[in-house]
């Protein structure tokens, strides 16, 4: 049921939600803060731990950086994009999946977070080297202070499913 007015719901609700923007604000200020007891994240302190999904850029093998379960499975999930986008070969005509996936991040990214999404756009999946283009992508996000994966892998799996459906409905369009 969406909310239009504040003041039609009962003092429980009202109450609750409060607790819930208080929470929310903790948790705020402790974003980009290396702790044992909070998310460097997203500041959640539910079960911050140490991630291993090995991409360094992302900062989470810094000592005492800890991640809550959700962004280090933000982190493991941006990490596979990465690893299929950095196999395909150079963007060429007859295969661009690198291009396609490099979009996806890039189109998520501008939704997100300004910041990355310009050091993103210093990168040239058509262009770029198999190795400039992989260290040119993950440079972006320690340059650009990135902290909100959880947001970036819900955005690049729309991307990938809007995609999917387009280049089905294509398919089905040259075949028929
Ligand atoms: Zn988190
Ligand atoms: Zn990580």
């Not at 731990?49 to 493991?76: E, I, L």
């Not at 979009?103 to 990355?116: G, Q």
């Not at 990135?146 to 947001?151: L, M, S, V």
């Amino acid at each position: 049921m969406p909310i239009n007015n504040v003041s039609e719901l009962n003092s429980e609700a009202r109450a609750h939600i409060e607790t819930l923007i208080e929470q929310l604000l903790v948790e705020q200020k402790r974003v980009g803060i290396a702790s044992p007891l909070s998310c460097f994240y997203c500041g959640s302190g539910n079960n911050p731990s140490q991630c291993t999904c090995g991409v360094k850029s992302f900062g989470c093998t810094q000592p005492f950086v800890n991640a809550c379960p959700d962004c280090v499975s933000a982190h493991r999930k941006l990490a596979r994009h990465f690893g299929k986008m950095f196999s395909f070969p150079k963007s060429n005509r007859v295969d661009s999946r690198r291009a396609a996936y490099f979009r996806h991040v890039v189109e998520a990214s501008e939704k997100i977070d300004a910041n990355l999404c310009r050091e993103l756009t210093k990168t040239d999946a058509w262009d770029d080297g198999d190795r400039v283009f992989a260290q040119r992508t993950l440079a972006s996000f320690r340059k650009a202070h990135f902290t909100k994966f959880q947001a970036l892998a819900r955005g690049i799996a729309e991307e990938s499913d809007a995609y999917i459906v387009k280049s089905i409905g294509r398919l089905f369009r040259t075949v028929r």
